[in-house]
């Protein structure tokens, strides 16, 4: 974890990164009313496969509120400065609500830096202009914190407090961060953005989720996402509302990692294949019968889908764990692929033989003896 303030735009922005550093990065862009808190839930899940960017919005949270006006432009332009002041070239994007459109706009307007994306509860035309302005007359007439009751019937159903009950509080306290100008600006950057004619030229893949009760977002809008984005895919949450990802993390997070990386099991049967090669994986799927069946499919898809997947260890490191626990617990018959995968994996012999050393002293002798006899008829049949 790491938090910074970023000078970009005549803006001091508020960055929060989490994650592995040879991970790929993932900016994660919020709502209007909200701070990067918003996706704490979803962070545990995403930092094990990405970098995570997450910053806070002009006028939001610990970031400063320049004078207005602001458009949609202005704040994707934030993004790409925010991208340039870390040197990350390329990024996957999720963005809710406001946070989608800016999503919308840099995959329009920066495709190149764009890898894949999940907007959430967002449009691409927040209609109408007048609803904008005048909560922005409101906003600064009154501050943020006399919207709250209305956001609460807007951003949740009535089970928020049985599926999240931190969702009122956390609401509560994003609110109250907001300073009214930069927050009125942004609500007149909504009321003026219409980025219909471009979606057209999105060519990322891309994800639109949609709360199956959201009354700002509907998923008829969500629909209409789904139909202008060229290959777009298209998931509603039930039981939810605008800020899905708090309402039901769960199910958002599942929909969110299966567009970004995968779905378990596909990137199970490929990781298993990398590791421990297309004869091993071949052979093991012609063994396998009606009875055996859910076994393999859970092995693909929690072993080498969920842990093998991660980036946080290199493949290699991951050898020798495995080595180690296969040699400790007298594993001994998964040594005859998990050796080969070791050595594809990056290891060396030399390797391999000072694992086992270090088992003769932790595991023991009588441990550490089985494995280099079984391992040295193994690396022989290798030659």
Known sequence: MESLNLDVNG????????????????????????TYEMWDEQIPNLSGYFRVIRYDQRGHGGTSSPTGPYSIEDLGRDALG????????????????LGGMISMWLAANAPQRIEKMVIACTSANFAPPEFWTDRAVHVRDNGTMQLYGSLLE??????????????????????????????????????LADLRAQ????????????????????????????????????????DSSH????????????????????????????VRTEVL??????????????????????????????????????????????????????????LSFHLPAALRNGLTREEIMEVLIQCGVYAGVPAANSAFAQANEILKSLE
């Open 154 to 191: 807007r951003w949740f159903t009535n089970q928020i407090d049985v599926r999240n009950p931190r969702a009122r509080e956390l609401v509560k306290s994003m609110l109250n961060s907001c300073n009214p100008e930069g927050y009125a600006s942004i609500c007149e950057a909504l009321g």
């Open 11 to 34: 803006v001091s922005f508020k960055v929060r990164i989490d994650g592995s550093e040879s991970a790929p990065w993932l900016m994660m862009l919020n709502s209007l009313s909200t």
């Open 277 to 334: 090669g297309s004869q091993h994986v071949a052979e093991a799927n012609s063994r396998t019968t009606e009875f055996t069946a859910p076994f393999q499919d859970f092995i693909s898809r929690y072993a080498w889908g969920e842990i093998w997947a991660r980036p946080g260890l290199d493949r290699r490191s991951r050898s020798l764990v495995t080595l180690s626990i296969l040699v400790s617990l007298g594993r001994l018959g998964e």
């Open 243 to 270: 800020l899905a990802n708090l309402e039901q993390p769960d199910l958002f997070i599942d929909a969110a990692l299966e567009h970004l990386i995968g779905s378990a099991k596909t990137r199970g049967i490929e």
């Open 199 to 238: 979606l057209g030229s999105i060519t990322c893949p891309t994800l639109v989720i949609a709360g199956a009760l959201d009354p700002v977002s509907p998923p008829s809008t969500a629909l209409s996402l789904f139909e202008a984005i060229q290959g777009a895919s298209l998931s509603v949450i039930p």
């Open 82 to 97: 925010l991208l340039d002041a870390l040197g990350a070239e390329k990024v996957s994007l999720v963005g809710l609500s």
